[in-house]
T-cell receptor, first 115, second 114 residues
Framework: AQSVTQLGSHVSVSEGALVLLRCNYS??????LFWYVQYPNQGLQLLLK??????LVKGINGFEAEFKKSETSFHLTKPSAHMSDAAEYFC?????????????FGKGTKLSVKP | ETGVTQSPTHLIKTRGQQVTLRCSSQ?????VSWYQQALGQGPQFIFQ???????GRGNFPPRFSGLQFPNYSSELNVNALELDDSALYLC?????????????FGDGTRLSIL
């Protein structure tokens, strides 16, 4: 069965510092992986997706993630944090209970950015 | 391009009541999935609709049911509401094409059970 583990429920960085949000997955089949961001009182916005085309995936707002099969990881990074990056971030793996694919989410990591 | 819209945005019900939540999918998307997000948790898959039929289901009891209409919009119905049903309910739409298709989410309906 597919699953996702996000290490660290809360990460705090200073503005301009590197952002690193960790995600490890478990999947019995080659995974499709996604990162979503959720701002307060809003739904989820897709940041980026891995679908086996390239191991380094670039997304919106300067974020990128690297798929490492040997480590079963898909960590999210951004070189320089902005105040506007403060939000909750969810890593997800595609499941196949829905024939068109459904998502299994981690518990989320709340990112705080200090001025 | 119109995104995913959900209504209502907030709802308060009491235990034992029934509720219907509505979702309009993004233009051109024919698959709708529903998720429940409890406070402080990640979303959990409830079920998916494709071609007006339920197409996969998570670990939710039968009192959670749904519909999809010919225009791809969808409803989530919950009967015999329980306190634990208090959550943010998210609708996501996608193109049929398999599990590599990204899902696009609405802003959700916040359901509170008293």
């Amino acid at each position: 069965a597919q699953s996702v583990t996000q290490l660290g429920s809360h990460v705090s960085v200073s503005e301009g510092a590197l952002v690193l949000l960790r995600c490890n997955y478990s999947s019995s089949v080659p995974p499709y992986l996604f990162w979503y961001v959720q701002y307060p009182n809003q739904g989820l916005q897709l940041l980026l997706k891995y679908t086996s085309a390239a191991t380094l995936v670039k997304g919106i707002n300067g974020f990128e993630a690297e798929f490492k099969k040997s480590e079963t990881s898909f960590h999210l990074t951004k070189p320089s944090a902005h105040m506007s990056d403060a939000a909750e971030y969810f890593c997800a793996v595609s499941d196949r209970r829905g024939s068109q694919g459904n998502l299994i989410f981690g518990k989320g990591t709340k990112l705080s950015v200090k001025p | 391009e119109t995104g995913v819209t959900q209504s209502p945005t907030h709802l308060i019900k009491t235990r034992g009541q029934q509720v219907t939540l509505r979702c309009s999918s993004q233009s051109g998307h024919n698959t709708v999935s529903w998720y429940q997000q409890a406070l402080g948790q990640g979303p959990q898959f409830i079920f998916q609709y494709y071609r007006e039929e339920e197409n996969g289901r998570g670990n939710f009891p039968p009192r959670f049911s749904g519909l999809q209409f010919p225009n791809y919009s969808s409803e989530l119905n919950v009967n015999a509401l329980e306190l634990d049903d208090s959550a943010l309910y998210l609708c996501a739409s996608s193109l049929a094409g398999g599990p590599n298709q990204p899902q696009h989410f609405g802003d959700g309906t916040r359901l509170s059970i008293l």
